[in-house]
């Protein structure tokens, strides 16, 4: 293993959107095992410093690899496109357009039962972005349309949040 290797190679897999959850919890408990800083607890200063680095990479890593909108996003960066979202907020006009309406709606939302609704529907469009950065990242290979797709369903996920918080205020 080395501390320079990108997430993928360091857990074994292929680079790539699609990736088995179930293989990965598996690597990533098998890793660490064998760094966990617990191991090396009676070795020398340095061994102790250096278990203490693998874990926290290892974890690290973990964190990009399991959730899809992070490996998204990783993956772009390892394609040379990083994806900007601080500074570059740009989207078809339809897209925003939609935001735009979503947000009035939520502004609007008076019952559980309307903020349920909003979220199914937000779920239905995450899950269908999702599909398309898979065959985007996978099949079509085209990392700088898959960082605007990553734009965009980060502008979803934030808005799913704030659907899902309102929920919580209903809930009180």
Known sequence: MNLQSNDFELFG???GFAVDRAALDARWKALQREAHPDRFSTS???AQRQAMQWSVRINEAYQRLKNPLKR???LCELHGIPI?????????????????????ELEEARTVEDLEHMLEEVVTVRRDMLAALAQTADV???????????????????FASDVEQR?????Q
């Open 140 to 158: 079509e290979k085209d990392h700088a349309a898959l960082a605007r797709q990553v734009r965009a369903l980060m502008f979803v996920e934030r």
């Open 84 to 104: 900007g979202a601080e500074d570059n907020t740009a989207m078809p006009a339809a897209f925003l357009m939609q935001q735009m309406q979503w947000r009035e």
């Open 13 to 15: 897999l292929t680079p």
């Open 44 to 46: 020398d200063a340095q």
């Open 72 to 74: 998204a996003s990783y």
């Open 167 to 171: 929920l919580d205020q209903q809930g």
